[in-house]
């Protein structure tokens, strides 16, 4: 099959969180099903800065109209491995910038609807150019779109062929990676799609009175999935569909939960190399280097092997539960451990976190950046891993937590529970140890951490009952083609 993913991130050219990592994953497990995989990307500076990058060949010249306009692109490709083509949409004055959507100080960039629907006509226009080029170009079985910034592709693509009797898919596919981004923009900003104006009102794109990009996608595409079964059933209700719960309850009927995989290639302990040492379920000497390398390089003070390391990766957002963690600052000041929290994300959760950084420099420690190497460190260095998120439709440190030999703690919300066992209830296979996304039960959860690590033997078992689980993406690919191929 010839698949088209549509997606704003992905590894490891552009990466803001875990849709980069899930669709690079997805994108080669498919490739290495032997299906000839193509991804648009925007031609953000970081991607285009990249050594695979540098070398992109220019394939398409656009004129791509955008309300009363006409603006010029360009779409340059590279290949970084066999079956598996980047199609970059260029046009600096949108994408030549430092980070994909804002700022830290002044927030969303003004003109992200402009943006991202040029990006997406521009894979329609590129589409259709090729579907034009024959056995050469890159006509679609299936055009799979992830997430707001492409939410308005399958869409676009439909009235395109009406408008061109031209066939550019037979199959399109809209994925919700997390349904608290939205693609919200200024009523007015409809204009710039170009669609016909009955799709501006509360069937189409309206939303209270503006509109959103990813009601398109979850109206408009053939298979609506997102990234774990729980998480499909959470969007239908009002506690988590924020908002869009009976938009997305309209098409319950195409909706699927398919839980994210983690690429081997990647996130793999006894290969690692951003790691001082590997090592794997059978011998986990490397671990305990990683645990003393972790601890060195964010200058907290050494810890013996009874007193536990936290770790937590993500961006500082209320999703991740930020509110819980600080709720529960007394636990990481009173006892005999030590925590490192790596992320970026609303100053006042930075500060925060850094405030109660300053008041036991020895025991905790806070960096405030995105850092691959340094989120691969505390995967492995780790003996706990905290995600207390609120709400998480798959999320994918527990699952790198598991491979790593390093226990999550989690709350039990979409993809976490249906990832983690609580080895507390399920003595045989349980893998982590999981709580309700309140304070007072993460409280718990971090006292009965302290037994478990209390108890090497059934501190190790549950080490090996996470090791020994299968995350790879192979099954998930597997999955997602049985659902381009109608089943
Ligand atoms: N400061 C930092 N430095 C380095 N790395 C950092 C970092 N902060 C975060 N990361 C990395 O970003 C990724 C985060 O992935 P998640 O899936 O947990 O969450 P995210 O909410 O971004 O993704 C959304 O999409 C994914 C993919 O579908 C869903 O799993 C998830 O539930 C949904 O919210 C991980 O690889 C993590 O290590």
Redesign the pocket.
Known sequence: MKIVHVTSELFPYI????????VAALGAALADKGHEVAVFLPGYRAVREHPDAVKAERRHELRVELGEEFLSGEVRCFSPRQGLTVYLVCRDEFFDRRFPYGTADRGDYEDNAQRFIFFAKAVVETLRLEAGEGASGCRADVVHAHDWQAALVPLLLRVAERRHGQRLAERTVF?I??IAFQGIAPASRFALTNLPAELRGIEGLEYHGQISTIKAGILFSDTVTT??PR?AREIQTPEFGCGLDGVVRTRASVLRGLL?GIDPAVWNPATDPLLPAQYSADGLAGKAKCRAALLAAHGLAPAEDGVPVYGM???LTE??GVELLLANAEFFLREDCRLVI???GARHFEEAVAALAARAPTKIAV?L????A??HLI?AGADFFL?P?LF???????M?SQAYGTVPIVSEV??LADTVADADRDGEHGTGLTHSPTAAAMADALHRSLALFADKSRYAAVQQHGMRRDFSWAQAASAYEALYNGI
């Open positions: 990466k803001t969180g875990g849709l980069a990592d899930a994925t990676h997390n990234v774990s998480y994210n990766v993500c961006r999703q991740k790596l992320g970026t960096s950046k995105l850092d691959e340094a989120s995967e995600m998120s998480e439709p798959c999320g994918l440190n527990q790198y979409g993809g």
